[in-house]
């Protein structure tokens, strides 16, 4: 469109490379693995570093730093980090230089047609992964700056939705498990209790 243009991921995004030895991570941590970043939706669920049992060493992260999952790029797993802690090497620290875009552009790289960008760029057939050089060549289109602040509170909205839908699938589960107690007669022997579940609805 009038007004946009492209511009290389490293104008927008620069690389993190501060690493933690496992000794030096405290329990209480948070952790961020390929595992716990779901695909396509920019969502995570960090562990405590403590039960995570790292043996190697982990990249740093701060909020708002963009962690991108270098490792089969095609799951298209790309988060926003809401705390600071320490992630897998699979997962790449990206600190955007305008902090408000963290978002807008992490909606960017997790989508289809970038990943189809970086598809080009991976090697190794067991383990596929992105070089975090060439990722940083790859074009992004960048918005006119009358329109910024408003992209960047759409990709925030998003975000967010992201987040009220997840939190009513668990209380959808919870119901239901409550439910299915409830209706065998397990409710009290199982400690589950429809009403209480149901109160837990957002």
């Known amino acids: ?3 946009w243009r492209l511009r ?3 104008e927008s995004l620069t690389p993190v490379r501060a690493q933690a030895k496992p000794r030096d991570i405290p329990d209480e941590c948070a952790y961020v693995g ?3 970043v ?3 939706t920019g969502e995570y669920e960090a562990i405590d570093a403590g039960h995570a ?3 190697s060493s982990k ?4 909020p708002g730093d963009v962690l991108y999952g270098k490792l089969r790029p095609n ?3 790309c988060i926003v980090a809401a705390t600071a802690g320490v992630c897998s090497t699979d997962l790449v620290p990206l600190r955007p230089v305008k902090p408000e875009a963290a978002h807008l552009l992490a909606m960017q790289i997790r989508s289809e047609p970038f990943t189809a960008r970086v598809m080009r760029l991976v090697a190794g057939a067991n383990l596929p992964r992105v070089n975090v050089g060439d990722l940083l060549t790859i074009a992004l289109p960048a918005p006119p700056e009358e329109d910024e602040d408003r992209l960047y509170a759409v990709a925030e909205a998003v ?6 839908l997840r939190n009513l699938e668990r209380s959808i589960v919870d119901v239901d498990l409550a439910a299915t107690a409830e209706v065998l007669g397990l409710a009290s022997r199982a400690g589950h209790s429809l009403s209480a579940s149901s109160r837990s609805l957002p």
Do not use: D, Y
């Not at 990249?59 to 701060?62: G, K, Q, S, T, V």
């Not at 975000?159 to 009220?164: D, Y």
């Open 75 to 77: 799951l298209r797993k």
């Open 1 to 3: 469109p009038p007004g």
């Open 8 to 10: 290389a991921v490293g």
């Open 34 to 36: 390929l595992e716990h």
């Open 53 to 55: 049992g790292i043996r």
């Open 159 to 164: 975000a967010s939705l992201h987040r009220v």
């Open 38 to 40: 779901r695909s396509g």
């Open 59 to 62: 990249f740093r992260f701060e």
